[in-house]
């Protein structure tokens, strides 16, 4: 039996992404959310309006789909389509700043506590446990009914501030495993810093769970910032936001259902798209799930 050969990290990447693409969820999952994020990109060359103009508060109120108007216009004539675009950007920029702002903090947080442990463990993790016994939706709710309608860059700091509890522990569960593995005790015995061994030998071994969490939280944000835009809490307007497109025509929903419609798809094939590509790359980062080419030169026999 030939031993395999040992994968340098720039193998190993290239090995995860082959084993990512050929995962068709990630495939469908990457082409979603390559067409939301091009569509947020260029919104203001795709858009035919102005998302905050009102065109003709008489003639064109409420009108259904039309050539004109494929997705239709909102109460106050507004088009759609152009709130739809734009408000695609609200949502992206919320959820991977949020997610990724959360994250930095989540991983911050769980290296140290599990690295040092001791006491610095104890008291960190008892302050996670009693945020995460909070529902994160009571808090967004009661600050955002106290602050009032917010801007984009408040709402996302908001929501990074509460969403890094669980990444937190999945990091610390990672680096309390590596930290007593042999390379790990030989880094510290050649006389490195702590810091340079943490960042350096435990991280990269340990961030898998929390980046495949991270995939899955932006998702999680996203339907948060559509569900308090439509409570009437989140971006304020004339922004446009998938969430407030909904709320526009919460109150006549049998017939303005294109408000509902669209939105709704947009919503929805984007958490798909991140929970699609959440799951692939679990399955990608397993290490039980072995490439291909990797069991067959395992199994190939010696000339």
Same mark, same amino acid.
């Given at each position: 039996? &030939?031993?395999?050969?040992?994968?340098?990290?720039?193998?190993?990447? &290239?090995?995860?992404?082959?084993?990512?693409?050929?995962?068709?969820?990630?495939?469908?999952? $990457?082409? +979603?959310?390559?067409?939301?994020?091009?569509?947020?990109?260029?919104?203001?060359?795709?858009?035919?309006?102005?998302?905050?103009?009102?065109?003709?508060?008489?003639?064109?109120?409420?009108?259904?789909?039309?050539?004109?108007?494929? =997705?239709?216009?909102?109460?106050?004539? &507004?088009?759609?389509?152009?709130?739809?675009? =734009?408000?695609?950007?609200?949502? @992206?920029?919320?959820?991977?700043?949020?997610?990724?702002?959360?994250?930095?903090?989540?991983?911050?947080?769980?290296?140290?506590?599990?690295?040092?442990?001791?006491?610095?463990?104890?008291? *960190?993790?008892? @302050?996670?446990?009693?945020?995460?016994?909070?529902?994160?939706?009571?808090?967004?709710?009661?600050?955002?009914? $106290?602050?009032?309608?917010?801007?984009?860059?408040? *709402?996302?700091?908001?929501?990074?501030?509460?969403?890094?509890?669980?990444?937190?522990? @999945?990091?610390?569960?990672?680096?309390?495993?590596?930290?007593?593995?042999? =390379?790990?005790?030989?880094?510290?015995?050649?006389?490195?810093?702590?810091?340079?061994?943490?960042?350096?030998?435990?991280?990269?071994?340990?961030?898998?769970?929390?980046?495949?969490?991270?995939?899955?939280?932006?998702?999680? +944000?996203?339907?948060?910032?559509?569900?308090?835009?439509? @409570?009437?809490?989140?971006?304020?307007?004339?922004?446009?936001?998938?969430?407030?497109?909904?709320?526009?025509?919460?109150?006549?929903?049998?017939?303005?259902?294109?408000?509902?419609?669209?939105?709704?798809?947009?919503?929805?094939?984007?958490? =798909?798209?991140?929970?699609?590509?959440?799951?692939?790359?679990?399955?990608?980062?397993?290490?039980?799930?072995?490439?291909?080419?990797?069991?067959?030169?395992?199994?190939?026999?010696?000339?």
């Amino acid at each position: 039996m &030939r031993a395999p050969a040992r994968q340098t990290p720039i193998a190993a990447e &290239r090995s995860l992404l082959r084993s990512l693409l050929r995962d068709p969820r990630a495939r469908v999952g $990457l082409i +979603v959310l390559a067409i939301v994020a091009l569509s947020a990109i260029f919104a203001p060359l795709i858009a035919p309006y102005d998302p905050a103009a009102q065109l003709d508060i008489v003639r064109l109120q409420s009108k259904p789909p039309s050539l004109a108007h494929p =997705f239709g216009t909102d109460p106050f004539s &507004r088009d759609v389509l152009s709130r739809l675009l =734009f408000g695609s950007r609200i949502s @992206l920029v919320v959820g991977l700043g949020a997610t990724l702002l959360s994250i930095i903090l989540g991983i911050t947080v769980g290296a140290v506590a599990g690295y040092v442990g001791g006491l610095t463990d104890a008291v *960190l993790m008892r @302050l996670v446990d009693a945020a995460l016994s909070i529902p994160r939706i009571l808090v967004l709710i009661m600050v955002m009914t $106290l602050w009032g309608n917010i801007g984009v860059l408040p *709402l996302t700091l908001l929501m990074a501030a509460t969403g890094w509890f669980g990444s937190s522990w @999945l990091v610390r569960t990672q680096v309390i495993a590596l930290r007593d593995r042999d =390379f790990v005790v030989a880094a510290r015995a050649l006389g490195t810093s702590p810091f340079r061994v943490l960042v350096r030998h435990v991280l990269p071994n340990a961030v898998a769970p929390a980046l495949v969490s991270a995939t899955l939280s932006i998702a999680n +944000v996203i339907l948060l910032e559509a569900g308090l835009s439509y @409570l009437g809490i989140g971006v304020g307007p004339p922004t446009a936001s998938w969430g407030t497109i909904i709320q526009d025509g919460s109150e006549r929903v049998t017939d303005l259902w294109w408000l509902t419609l669209f939105p709704g798809l947009a919503i929805l094939m984007t958490v =798909f798209a991140c929970n699609a590509l959440g799951d692939a790359l679990r399955e990608a980062f397993d290490p039980r799930q072995l490439p291909r080419d990797a069991t067959a030169a395992t199994l190939t026999p010696e000339a």
